[in-house]
């Protein structure tokens, strides 16, 4: 009864959920359709090959902000069945008292597990290309591995090399800088970006296996089985939901991510550069920097409050995506650049642990990290700046 009664009482109160009428029927109708969304990607992805969970340079991605992908090709298949279903399984953690509990409690992990599951192939993918990025601009070169990949597809294409490689091979190989490249770096530069490539491709070969036994699994066909069957029946509680309001579990939802956005040391933030946060940098403890798992909750909160909105929009069809908070897409960007960042910095840190490399190359990881440490802190000024603004909404 208390989530009734949320009022704004601070700026960020005022991106809660609008006083529009929705009930069981607009939550009937959002499931379907991001049901029809799985299945339609599922088809795209069965027709474009076997390497369609791959996904090689193309930005954000999983760790960027939800777009509609433009279907036609083996990356948009698989974005389009993560975006989905991560939606499916937030949804249901919002409005699960409106469901059947049984049903909803079984298949919201499912959801999550195949959408985290075909996302790591893409999570190593992009995590590479932004280190080594990092160690090109952190030596002064001025040829970025963005640059060079048109050249080594055209390469590619005129030799016929690796001419019978999956999709996803091609697009990792062109994700890739040149040798020619690592030349323009320093010694310790070159190698750390050689043992980044190697430990991190390692990963996203064996992220790769892992995607490839999930989509051939029962346990996938599974869950596209239920999806199929919530395409045409949604299982809500009770045959009057379509007089439930939906209002306060959405408030619910919104009340959880102001409490822990008042938990972050926003303060501290809203300093361009904050020292005491990167006093962790040095430690020999392995263990990730300790405010980081308060911000990637954040992150995950402020995405289901997102799509409580979308909830709540879909009851209104002239409502549509014109609604979206630009404060909240604003917010959303920095935290899943402040997420990139922390795992990047993470996965220098590990690297900079193997066993028996040169200093030069220690010494190169050690900045590597800071730099990622500093995009990190970048990263929680902008969410500070972007969350405390006032609500902006499209006309």
Not at 212 to 217: F, H, I, K, V, W
């Amino acid at each position: 009864m208390a989530q009734q009664h949320l009022e704004p009482t601070d700026p960020t109160a005022a991106a809660g959920p609008p006083p529009v009428p929705a009930g069981g029927d607009a939550l009937a109708s959002y499931l379907r359709a991001q049901a029809t969304e799985f299945l339609r990607a599922l088809r795209l992805h069965r027709e474009t090959g076997a390497g369609a969970h791959g996904a090689g340079a193309h930005g954000n991605g999983a760790h960027g902000p939800d777009r509609d992908p433009a279907a036609g090709g083996p990356v948009d298949a698989a974005r389009a069945l993560r975006r989905a279903a991560r939606r499916l399984s937030g949804t249901l953690h919002t409005f699960q008292p409106l469901l059947d509990a049984e049903w909803a409690e079984a298949m919201r992990p499912e959801l999550a597990w195949l959408s985290g599951t075909l996302a790591l192939e893409h999570t190593y993918a992009s995590r590479l290309e932004r280190l080594l990025q990092a160690l090109h601009r952190l030596s002064g070169s001025a040829a970025f591995p963005s640059q060079q990949q048109a050249g080594r597809t055209t390469a590619t294409a005129s030799t016929g090399t690796d001419s019978a490689a999956p999709p996803v091979h091609l697009a990792h190989s062109a994700a890739r800088p040149a040798p020619a490249d690592r030349g323009n770096l320093t010694v310790g530069a070159a190698k750390a970006g050689a043992l980044l490539d190697r430990q991190l491709t390692l990963a996203r070969t064996r992220a790769h296996s892992t995607a490839l036994q999930a989509l051939g699994s029962s346990r996938f066909h599974a869950v596209a089985d239920k999806v199929a069957l919530l395409a045409s029946e949604v299982p809500l509680k009770d045959t009057t939901a379509s007089t439930t309001d939906l209002r306060p579990l959405a408030a619910a939802a919104h009340g959880r991510l102001t409490d822990a956005v008042a938990a972050l040391p926003l303060v501290t933030a809203g300093n361009p550069y904050n020292a005491q946060a990167l006093v962790h940098g040095l430690s020999p403890d392995p263990a990730p920097h300790p405010q980081d798992a308060q911000w990637h909750q954040v992150r995950l909160l402020l995405r289901l409050h997102r799509y409580a909105l979308e909830v709540l929009a879909c009851e209104d069809a002239d409502r549509g995506d014109g609604s979206t908070d630009v404060r909240l897409l604003a917010a959303g960007e920095a935290l899943d650049r402040h997420r990139d960042a922390s795992e990047a910095a993470a996965a220098a840190a590990q690297a900079a642990r193997t066993p028996r490399i040169a200093p030069a190359t220690a010494y190169a990881l050690g900045v590597l990290h800071a730099d990622q440490r500093h995009e990190v802190e970048a990263a929680r000024y902008a969410f500070q700046h972007s969350w405390r603004k006032e609500p902006i909404r499209l006309p």
